[in-house]
């Protein structure tokens, strides 16, 4: 029992968390990769709906794995004492916790600026070198500025409150699924708004 806590407790190597997270990206893009070719190819409808698909779903990984390690390299540059985690499962995006009792405000500050730079970072690269001349590669765009759109607009509020004063645990805490309904519907109105000006 003891030897099974331990070993759910143990820190996973960064190089390992980095490495499942890397192939995890390549996969996914390589993926879109595939559908996108296979329009170009052949001109198929079918073909076209599948790539436009697929950039959806692998834009939303892509910027969420890169909003993750953006949140934990702020973490690190500022010093802010973090334990790194496997997710679970696929769809968890948390790769680490974060010290609430034993980090500052500012450190705190600095993990949430690195998401927002993880996140549009990735954004603008694929933007500026991707040409955007199929709908599957617009829907790739539009679904990584999405998830921009989604996680600024949650994180936004948080930091007005942590900046006036409030303790950034106690933000957290009251956090509601409404909050996150909303900053969907926000990110979602988004991507769609910049994939018909797109395609």
Do not use: C
Request: net charge neutral; hydrophobic share 50%; proline share 2%.
């Amino acid at each position: 029992m003891a030897e099974a806590q331990q070993k759910a407790d143990k820190e996973p190597s960064l190089f390992s968390l980095l490495s499942r997270d890397t192939m995890i990206v390549f996969a996914a893009l390589t993926l879109w990769a595939a559908s996108d070719a296979w329009f170009q190819v052949t001109g198929l409808f079918a073909a076209e709906l599948l790539s436009a698909a697929d950039g959806i779903f692998v834009g939303y990984i892509v910027a969420a794995i890169f909003h993750e390690w953006g949140h934990y390299l702020g973490a690190r540059v500022s010093g802010a004492q973090t334990k790194r985690t496997l997710p679970k499962s696929l769809t968890n995006l948390f790769r680490f916790s974060f010290d609430f009792n034993n980090n500052s405000s500012r450190q705190f500050h600095s993990m949430s600026f690195g998401g927002w730079i993880g996140h549009w970072g990735i954004l603008v690269l694929i933007f500026i070198t991707l040409p955007l001349d199929t709908l599957g590669r617009a829907a790739l765009v539009s679904s990584l500025f999405g998830f921009a759109i989604f996680a600024t607009f949650i994180e936004t509020g948080i930091l007005r409150k942590t900046f006036g004063g409030a303790e950034p645990a106690a933000v957290l805490g009251e956090l509601s699924t409404r909050n996150f309904r909303q900053a969907g519907a926000m990110g979602t109105l988004s991507g769609a708004l910049m994939l018909a000006s797109l395609a």
